[in-house]
């Protein structure tokens, strides 16, 4: 038997515009009965008493007032009228806000289309996690698309830091054959370090000369306005639910080949809903800017370690040597993308170069390093230490035979560097 509160919000709701079946998903109630409740009088014939009022009913014109205002969280206006004195259920609240809900999200939208070759969409999605390198690490993907062709590009990596950031734009961008006039993201810390009170954008230093570099211009979405980037937030979705769904990897570069198969065989080769069109033949229509005539940019990781007294400086959980001189010394790291690192000292001369190494708490040394110490300073190579470089896994690009990257005088970073801290 419905009581008559229930019968009231079927009522209310089917008022609305709700429909039958939806009702019944809502209520768990039979397609029939909710019927019976919207056809027939609220109060039975049978009843002589009169209904009880609802506890809601002194707070609806409160309700009303604040729904018209734009507030539409129930468990919101629930506590707002809770201390007014309401002592119903959250879920007659609920019930009471859901049509205004409905209404609100039915209301049409203007889609903002943008020219060929205007704009690029860019974000990052959080995929859990991934064994890497020997130990367990986070993985993301980093989704761009095209505005108009709608031309997506995918590629997964176990960090989001200004290098891997400036290194998957730099992949898409030989994926796509050029690049955008614009480039529309959130308000990442890797693009947008903050924003002032007039709401002027203050770029990640390094983001912005890589944009100069592309000839692109970056542009940050309004906070709070998920609209605007749109087409990369269906993106992250369509892969979290074609690509992601079932899917079997061994590493992380097969994980990449897998995510090239299936732009290359699925994303860009199916009609898109919205255009029509399959977006690797809307493609050759986007007048991108041409990337090919110089260089890529160098994406390498620059960052300062403190050299200890027994000629090491510690990296992501491992330890590499430097020579004896240069002990107890302020240094200067460069991490490239094939996985190498530079050592400079404070005049910018390179005094060690290492392969990084896989796990934590290696440690990676040339015995050459500590031939400089006098022999009564002098210490043998730690028992376990790893005189030649291990063998690493380097990330797998989707982008085959890269071009030449430019050479940059160390200086540059100096003045771009992302100071970081293990």
């Known amino acids: 038997m419905v009581e008559v509160e229930e019968r009231y ?110 704009q690029a969409q860019v974000d990052w999605g959080h995929f859990g996690y991934i064994q890497h390198q020997g130990r367990r690490q986070r993985l993301y993907a980093f989704v761009m698309t095209l505005g108009w062709s709608r031309m997506m590009y ?28 614009e480039v529309l993201h959130d308000n990442l810390k890797t693009a947008v370090l903050s924003r002032s009170s007039n709401g002027q954008v203050h770029w990640h230093p390094r983001y912005l000369d890589f944009a100069e570099y592309y000839g692109f211009q970056p542009r940050a979405c309004q906070p709070y306005r998920a609209q605007t980037k749109g087409k990369v937030e269906n993106g992250v979705r369509y892969v979290r639910g074609n690509f992601w769904l079932g899917l079997h990897y061994i590493d992380l570069a097969d994980l ?33 800017l041409p990337i090919h005539q110089r260089p890529d940019y160098d994406t390498s990781l620059v960052t300062y370690r403190q050299s200890s007294r027994d000629c090491l400086v510690s990296y992501e959980g491992n330890f590499y040597s430097v020579p004896a001189a240069y002990a107890q010394q302020q240094l200067r790291l460069r991490i490239t993308e094939t996985n190498t690192l530079y050592i400079y000292s404070a005049t910018d001369d390179e005094i060690a170069h290492h392969q990084l190494s896989e796990g934590k708490s290696q440690r990676i040394v040339v015995a050459a390093h500590y031939q400089e110490l006098h022999p009564w300073s002098a210490r043998p190579v730690r028992a376990g230490a790893i005189q030649e470089p291990a063998p690493v896994v380097t990330y797998t690009s989707l982008v085959l035979d890269a071009p030449q990257v430019q050479t940059r005088p160390l200086s540059v970073y100096a003045q771009l560097v992302e100071v970081s801290h293990e």
């Open 9 to 118: 919000m079927i009522r209310e709701l089917h008022r609305h515009g709700v429909s039958i079946s939806e009702i019944a998903r809502q209520t768990g109630r039979d397609r029939k009965t909710v019927r019976k409740a919207v056809g027939e009088p609220l109060l039975s014939p049978a009843r002589k008493r009169q209904r009880k009022g609802r506890k809601i009913d002194p707070y609806t014109a409160y309700l009303d007032k604040r729904i018209a205002e734009g507030v539409h969280n129930a468990r919101k206006l629930y506590g707002e009228i809770a201390a007014l004195g309401y002592a119903g259920k959250e879920s007659m609240v609920r019930y009471y806000v859901q049509p205004h809900r409905q209404r609100t999200n039915n209301q049409a939208t203007v889609r903002f289309e943008t020219e060929p070759g205007e």
């Open 154 to 181: 995918l590629e997964f990596t176990v960090s989001a830091n200004i290098a891997w950031w400036l290194r998957c734009h730099r992949h898409a961008f030989h994926y796509f054959g050029g690049v955008t006039r």
């Open 256 to 288: 990449n080949q897998q995510a090239l198969g299936w732009l290359n065989t699925v994303a860009n080769v199916r009609t898109h809903g919205t255009t029509g069109e399959m977006p690797s033949v809307r493609l050759a229509q986007e007048s991108l």
